[in-house]
């Protein structure tokens, strides 16, 4: 590995996403591993080793790395991000279902290093979320729904990305001001609704649609990943692009829009 090459840092290594991003840095030229640390005893991941996530400050200290990355829980991130301000880390983080508070806890973060949050690292879904924008825009008065499906083990519901998408609609949309879980029993649309469902079920790695309907037609807008690998390379994309940055709060839009300039 050369010299200058992006020297990265894994928390979770024995996740799902973890063993994803590890497997994906090694398998990509220019990246090295440098530190891997999990909360529970773990198995080399691709070949590195995974150390105990309590000797993160040390590791950091002698390792250096150029940035972490975290796919862990709302807790631990929180706590991993502390760790990187002290350490003067970049701290690239796709956890969700992090409460108000603890967003606050990362941009505290991000005044001394680099923070780079967000909810989904692929980029069909930042495509997705555009296009949602225009849509919804250029669509008034039409009613809006949003499905989400992820696998049986996810945790936060909806998704982080199906809030984002939320958010989305609500800034073009002013008369969409209430969100509505699931529907039981007498339940007709009222008016402000965004219906919002959450499924889960096997192993799917994430799915999201949008319906608009309205003026007797309807409009669906979907994304589909095929496995988790989209979101590690994304991860390894917003990594390579926030380390060396200045400290602040920073978004996969920030990386793609950036990419979008050089082109």
């Known amino acids: 590995m050369s010299a200058d090459a992006l020297s990265l840092a894994v928390t979770g290594a024995g996740g799902r996403m973890g063993r994803e991003v590890i497997e994906a840095a090694v398998d990509r030229e220019g990246v090295a591993v440098a530190v891997a640390v999990n909360r529970t005893e773990t198995d080399p991941v691709a070949g590195v080793p995974v150390a105990d996530a309590d000797d993160l400050d040390d590791l950091l200290a002698s390792e250096e790395p150029d940035v972490l990355i975290d796919f862990t829980g709302p807790d631990s991130a929180v706590a991993y991000a502390e760790t ?20 606050g806890d990362l941009r505290v973060a991000s005044e001394a290093v680099p923070v780079l949050k967000a909810s989904n690292f ?9 296009a949602v924008r225009e849509a919804a825009a250029a ?5 809006v729904e949003l499905t989400e499906t992820h696998h049986n083990a996810k945790r936060d519901a909806p998704s982080g990305t199906a809030k984002s998408i939320l958010d989305d609609v609500e800034s073009v949309r002013e008369d969409l001001d209430e969100r509505v879980h ?13 219906g919002v469902h959450a499924r889960r079920a096997g192993d799917v790695t994430g799915e999201h ?6 003026n007797r037609e309807t409009l669906e807008l979907t ?11 994304g991860a390894l994309d917003a ?14 839009g920030d990386v793609l829009d950036a990419g979008d300039a050089d082109e």
Do not use: N, S
């Open 209 to 214: 649609e949008v319906l608009l309907a309205g």
């Open 239 to 252: 990594a390579d692009w926030v380390a060396g940055r200045d400290p602040g709060w920073y978004g996969f």
């Open 223 to 233: 994304h589909r990943a095929g496995d988790r690998g989209v979101f590690a390379e």
């Open 84 to 103: 990187c301000a002290d350490a003067g880390v970049p701290f690239v983080t796709g956890t969700t279902g992090f409460a108000d508070a603890q967003i």
């Open 139 to 143: 669509l008034p008065g039409y009613d």
């Open 182 to 194: 699931g529907r039981e029993g007498d339940a007709p649309r009222g008016p402000g609704e965004v």
């Open 122 to 130: 692929a980029r069909g879904v930042a495509a997705l979320r555009r």
